[in-house]
């Protein structure tokens, strides 16, 4: 059975530095590949961010303090993981890097040709989202805590990807590592409040249009082979 992704289209700038990444780290160039994995970590953060909380928040109606709060909320989620990203990668020697290729690789997918960069979700949780969907299209509105939940999961699955995975694959010293777990906890806590107090506000048409556009971020895949 394919694999289920959240899939999102990769802009040229992320495909190229892509493509130079994993072909210098195949080739075992001598040239520091520091400042283009910087690129790629920056731009595949902010496709996160731009898929899974400055598009939502298209999909309703905000008044003026909560788009302050959403907005003051994407900003720091931006500024924290950039800042990880300077602190963590900046220094990193290519053989070093050589232990995040398969990772970068891993989050390239082909869908009818055009590279994305994606995320695979579990069997388990695309089914529960799928039933949601069907649900909240049909009107019902009893299911508040259920969409929560899976809504915090697509949040936690996408900080899993951002943070735990490849800052698992290098090595870091314990100020290095305390930082990255505090703003990976931090994001966490903040969007998860954030979502709890957005859901249970929202009318049935503004939750509909939400639990669509979650819908049209899954797509499916080649089968997935990473852990």
Do not use: C
Not at 25 to 53: H, N, Y
Not at 150 to 156: A, K, L, R, S
């Amino acid at each position: 059975m394919p694999s289920i992704y959240v899939a999102i289209p990769s802009p040229a700038t992320l495909e190229q530095n892509t493509t130079k990444f994993l072909d210098a780290m195949k080739s075992g160039s001598r040239e520091p590949q520091a400042p283009v994995f910087t690129q790629i970590a920056f731009e595949f953060v902010d496709l996160q961010l731009e898929a899974l909380f400055h598009g939502p928040m298209r999909q309703i109606e905000l008044t003026p303090f909560r788009k302050r709060m959403f907005d003051g909320l994407g900003s720091l989620v931006e500024k924290t993981t950039h800042g990880l990203i300077k602190t963590v990668v900046a220094k990193l020697s290519n053989d070093e890097l050589k232990g995040l290729a398969p990772y970068v690789a891993e989050r390239r997918i082909y869908l009818d040709g055009v590279p994305h960069v994606s995320w695979p979700l579990t069997q388990h949780f695309t089914t529960r989202f799928e039933a949601l969907h069907e649900a909240t299209m049909s009107g019902n509105r009893d299911n508040v805590d259920a969409q929560i939940e899976v809504m915090n999961e697509f949040i936690d699955v996408a900080l899993d990807y951002m943070f735990s995975r490849p800052t698992s694959m290098i090595k870091l010293g314990f100020i290095a590592r305390k930082g990255v777990d505090l703003g990976h906890s931090s994001i966490r806590s903040l969007s998860h409040t954030t979502v709890r107090k957005m859901a249970t506000d929202l009318s049935l048409e503004e939750n509909q249009r939400m639990s669509t556009y979650f819908y049209g971020l899954m797509k499916e895949g080649p089968d997935y082979k990473g852990g």
